[in-house]
Each structure stands twice: as structure tokens, then as C-alpha cells.
């Protein structure tokens, strides 16, 4: 849509049919670590609705963790707040914003503080680690949810009765949950849809060149071809297998099976394609499964190598060194 066009659009709707009511408070707690990209997603939609319809339709509320503290991203950003943790505060929506280890995040002011606010009828929304989070408070009990792909190992090792989805967000009933990254972009524009309609919605999406809204269960992933480099059938199906296998490692035999060939062509398909024979690939996948539950859990190294389809962890810890050139212990 050319400069022209986008002046005819904004012309065309009518402002006025947007609905007359107090602006709608969401309170964002990004929690230190945060990933300014994933908050930066979900703040600079519901600020640019405001802009576009020239009347203040969302009032956002950033939290601390602390009074007078600024939320400290990642990086370098810091986003200042006008609230903290443990005030009573009347929201519509409250999002969490988390990123590195949220399973080891133990606060116990924030969950309890958490489970008021959800407990006064307020919507409770969990963004990349946020739904961790939502879930150490108790608060996606019974409840679909989605997680970024790096903490649902974790997540699912923590609490294996969570109704986890690989999508990008899920919205179910006085829950919200998005996978981070840019997938706010879309859990917000399915928001402003529902809040002042779809074409309001776009034209908000339009203003960040958002063009390509993706459905809430978009995958969070590249899809398989483009996770293991190959198009082949047998190659795809048998890596399908193991990734649905990294607890209970299946055999070669039965990896075959599935692809609907011989064990010694699939050897030869695996080394003539991807560089590594079938076993060898599959014990990889599950060592760098291992490494990321190491990195976002703390899940000890006998949990970490079961969860991994390691007999024990000495046998565990001798693989992992000869794979990463250092023992698991290192990343703790």
C-alpha cells in the first residue's frame, strides 16, 4: 500500500464507529531479563491503536518489580514504570513479560501478588517465558496455553498435567499466552480485532507493515524441511520419530520401519544427505535437547540425562564432553 493509499484508507474509516468508553488499562510486568523485542511487540501495537484512532483507547501500564526501579531488558534497554508489584491496581489485562530462566524465577511476592490479581477478575496474559510464570503462580490450571519453544522442554519436565500448545498464542477464556518474539504482533492484533473490530485491527497492522497476520496456531518453528536441511520422505519422517522420542530413544530398526525403508538405506540416506549416520544424528538432537534444559531448567543432571533418554547421568556427562568438549556441569 503506497503513501496515497494509506491517506484514502485512513480517511475511509470512520473514526467515529470505533466504540466511546473509557480507555482499557493493561498493566505489563516485564520481568528483569525481559526480551525487548517480545515486549516491544506487544506495547507498540496497543500505543499505535491510540495513535491511529486519535482517542486513547488502551492505557498501558508498565510495573516493576520494586518501587523506583526501571525493568531491565536483556540488553542494554530499560523500560520505566509507573506501578510496582503488590499494588492493587484496577486492570483490564496484565501481561508477563519474562525471557532466560523463567523456571527457576522463585519470587514469592510476584506469584502470590499474581494470584490477586487474577483472583479480582483480571485478565492474566503470559508473553515468551511469561507463561512460566502464569503457571508457577498457579494460574493455567486447566487452562490451554502456549510457551516459546525453548522453555516448553522445561515447562512440560516442571508440570507434564499443562495443556501445552506449539502455537503462537492461545486464548482461552481469561487467559492469554504468546510464544514471544514477534508473535505479540498477532495475539494483539486478535485482541484489537475482538476490542473495535478486524478493520481497525488491520489498519494498525498496516501501520508497522505487519501485512502477513498469522492465525494463533502459526507454527513458532521453521517447519521440519527447513530444521533438518533435507526434502527426503524417509529422512523427514524418521526425524519426526526421534523428536517425538528424546525421553525413550526408539531403535534404528524401528526408525526405518517408519520410513518405510531398510535400516541400512536410511544409514545411507542420513550420511549421503545430512553428513551423519541415523544413530549418530539422533544422539546429537537429544544431547542439544539436553544443553537447552541445562540452560532454562534447574532440573539436576540425572533429571536432565532421563529426560534425554540417558541411562544415567555419568553416562550422560561423558557423552555430552565428548559431543561439547566440556561436561554438562559447565553450564551451571
Known amino acids: 500500500m503506497d503513501f496515497?493509499?494509506?491517506v484514502d484508507y485512513l480517511s475511509?474509516?470512520?473514526m467515529s464507529a470505533l466504540p466511546s468508553r473509557p480507555a482499557r488499562r493493561i498493566g505489563i510486568l516485564p520481568l528483569p531479563g525481559f526480551a525487548?523485542?517480545?515486549?516491544?511487540a506487544t506495547a507498540e501495537m496497543l500505543r499505535a491503536a491510540n495513535l491511529q484512532a486519535r482517542a486513547p483507547l488502551y492505557d498501558v501500564v508498565n510495573i516493576a518489580v520494586s518501587l523506583g526501579e526501571a525493568a531491565q531488558s536483556s540488553g542494554a534497554a530499560q523500560v520505566t514504570c509507573q506501578a510496582q508489584v503488590g499494588e492493587d491496581l484496577d486492570l483490564e489485562y496484565l501481561f508477563v513479560i519474562a525471557g532466560g530462566d523463567p523456571v527457576s524465577f522463585d519470587d514469592r511476592r510476584v506469584l502470590s501478588w499474581l494470584s490477586r490479581m487474577a483472583r479480582k477478575g483480571t485478565k492474566m496474559g503470559g508473553v515468551s517465558g511469561g507463561p512460566v510464570i502464569l503457571a508457577k503462580a498457579g494460574l493455567m490450571e486447566g487452562r490451554r496455553m502456549t510457551v516459546h519453544w525453548e522453555h516448553a522442554e522445561a515447562l512440560a519436565e516442571m508440570s507434564p498435567h499443562l495443556m501445552i500448545e506449539r502455537s503462537l498464542y492461545v486464548i482461552d477464556r481469561d487467559r492469554v499466552t504468546c510464544a514471544g518474539g514477534t508473535a505479540p504482533m498477532d495475539l494483539m492484533h486478535a485482541l484489537i480485532a475482538s476490542h473495535h473490530g478486524a478493520q481497525f485491527a488491520r489498519m494498525v497492522s498496516d501501520w508497522f507493515m505487519h501485512t502477513e497476520v498469522r492465525p494463533s496456531a502459526g507454527p513458532q518453528r521453521a517447519g521440519l524441511v527447513e530444521r533438518v536441511g533435507s526434502r527426503v520422505p524417509a529422512i523427514l519422517d524418521a526425524v519426526e520419530m526421534m523428536e517425538s522420542h528424546v525421553a525413550?530413544?526408539?531403535?534404528l530398526a524401528d526408525l526405518a520401519g517408519i520410513a518405510g525403508v531398510s535400516p541400512r538405506q536410511l544409514n545411507r540416506l542420513f550420511r549421503d544427505k545430512l553428513g551423519q549416520s541415523t544413530m549418530v544424528y539422533y544422539r546429537d538432537l537429544r544431547l542439544r535437547t539436553a544443553q537447552a534444559l541445562?540452560?532454562?531448567t534447574p532440573l539436576s543432571l540425572t533429571q536432565v540425562a532421563l529426560a534425554t533418554g540417558f541411562a544415567n547421568s555419568a553416562h550422560f556427562s561423558r557423552v555430552y564432553a565428548q559431543s561439547f568438549g566440556e561436561p554438562p556441569s559447565a553450564y551451571r
Open 4 to 6: 496515497s493509499n494509506m
Open 12 to 14: 475511509d474509516m470512520d
Open 36 to 40: 525487548i523485542l517480545s515486549y516491544a
Open 248 to 251: 525413550d530413544p526408539v531403535t
Open 294 to 296: 541445562l540452560r532454562n
